[in-house]
């Protein structure tokens, strides 16, 4: 809204060797242990420390609020080193802004101002969004639910934003039905999994999905540059979308 794009997570926050990795290139904390569990199990997305390095696509001055941090880094900074060098915000308007984004338990907040080129594109770029695919939340093993919401069409507010998309939310269906435990995401399985999803501010639909994952070995010596203590196997998944009478539905 306002050329703005607000990303709001319910997690427990960013911890100090997470704030180091961001102020840093080439340094992640999703690494060895961190990154695998027993068995190849994968707890966390990332390990290269160039992920949070690409909100720079959109902003020049992304802010992160997340626990006890309040920072801010400035691509444009006269030291040319602006990418990892955060301003710390303590001022009373900085501490206003961040309790209110941060208000109805959010763990984290990152607010990213689009780059002034990029404000003409904002609907498009919102589009974008809007269009990802509901079956993206099959393989995000630690995620229940994704919104996407402009919040000008949201609020029925007619500017700028007026042709851009409602949104979308799309959620697990079988969570809240007492399906497939959090732990057996990683496990092979053959299952049937809905999701439900809104597009527009619409009702739910309901979406069913045949999930097939299998582990492989991972041959011997192989092993991604900077592992300490490689997986000695990997799970590869597959979703194929089913129609309501249980076949595979083509149209989608």
Same mark, same amino acid.
């Given at each position: 809204?306002?050329?703005?794009?607000?990303?709001?997570?319910?997690?427990?926050?960013?911890?100090?060797t997470? %704030?180091?990795?961001?102020?840093? %290139?080439?340094?992640?904390?999703?690494?060895?242990?961190?990154?695998?569990a027993?068995?190849?199990?994968?707890?966390?997305?990332?390990?290269?420390?160039?992920?949070?390095?690409?909100?720079?696509?959109?902003t020049?001055?992304?802010?992160?609020?997340?626990?006890?941090?309040?920072?801010?880094?400035?691509?444009?900074?006269?030291?040319? %080193?602006?990418?990892?060098?955060?301003?710390?915000?303590?001022?009373?308007?900085?501490?206003?802004?961040?309790?209110?984004?941060?208000?109805?338990?959010?763990?984290?907040?990152?607010?990213?101002?689009? !780059?002034?080129?990029?404000?003409?594109?904002?609907v498009?770029?919102?589009?974008r969004?809007?269009?990802?695919?509901?079956?993206?939340?099959?393989?995000l093993?630690?995620?229940?639910?994704?919104?996407?919401?402009?919040?000008?069409?949201?609020?029925?507010?007619?500017?700028?934003?007026?042709?851009?998309?409602?949104?979308?939310?799309?959620?697990?269906?079988?969570?809240?039905?007492?399906?497939?435990?959090?732990?057996?995401?990683?496990?092979?399985?053959?299952?049937?999994?809905?999701?439900?999803?809104?597009?527009?501010?619409?009702?739910?639909?309901?979406?069913?999905?045949?999930?097939?994952?299998? !582990?492989?070995?991972?041959?011997?010596?192989?092993?991604?540059?900077?592992?300490?203590?490689?997986?000695?196997?990997t799970?590869?998944?597959?979703?194929?979308?089913?129609?309501?009478?249980?076949?595979?539905?083509?149209? !989608?």
């Open positions: 809204r306002d050329g703005v794009v607000l990303f709001r997570c319910n997690e427990r926050g960013f911890r100090d997470d %704030i180091r990795a961001i102020c840093d %290139i080439g340094s992640s904390s999703k690494v060895g242990a961190a990154k695998y027993a068995g190849g199990r994968v707890l966390a997305t990332g390990e290269k420390g160039l992920g949070f390095k690409a909100v720079f696509a959109l020049n001055t992304p802010r992160l609020l997340s626990g006890p941090y309040r920072l801010e880094f400035d691509a444009l900074h006269s030291s040319g %080193i602006g990418y990892v060098l955060p301003r710390w915000l303590g001022g009373a308007q900085d501490a206003q802004e961040a309790e209110g984004l941060l208000e109805g338990g959010w763990g984290s907040v990152l607010r990213l101002p689009l !780059r002034p080129e990029l404000i003409p594109k904002q498009e770029l919102f589009g969004l809007h269009d990802l695919p509901a079956s993206l939340l099959l393989f093993k630690q995620l229940r639910e994704v919104a996407v919401v402009s919040e000008a069409a949201a609020t029925g507010e007619a500017d700028v934003h007026a042709e851009s998309p409602a949104g979308l939310r799309v959620r697990r269906a079988d969570e809240f039905a007492g399906g497939e435990a959090r732990d057996a995401r990683w496990k092979e399985a053959t299952l049937r999994t809905r999701l439900e999803v809104s597009r527009g501010n619409g009702p739910w639909e309901p979406e069913t999905w045949l999930l097939l994952r299998r !582990r492989f070995v991972v041959p011997p010596g192989i092993a991604k540059p900077g592992a300490m203590s490689p997986p000695d196997s799970l590869v998944e597959l979703a194929l979308p089913l129609d309501a009478d249980g076949g595979f539905d083509r149209g !989608r």
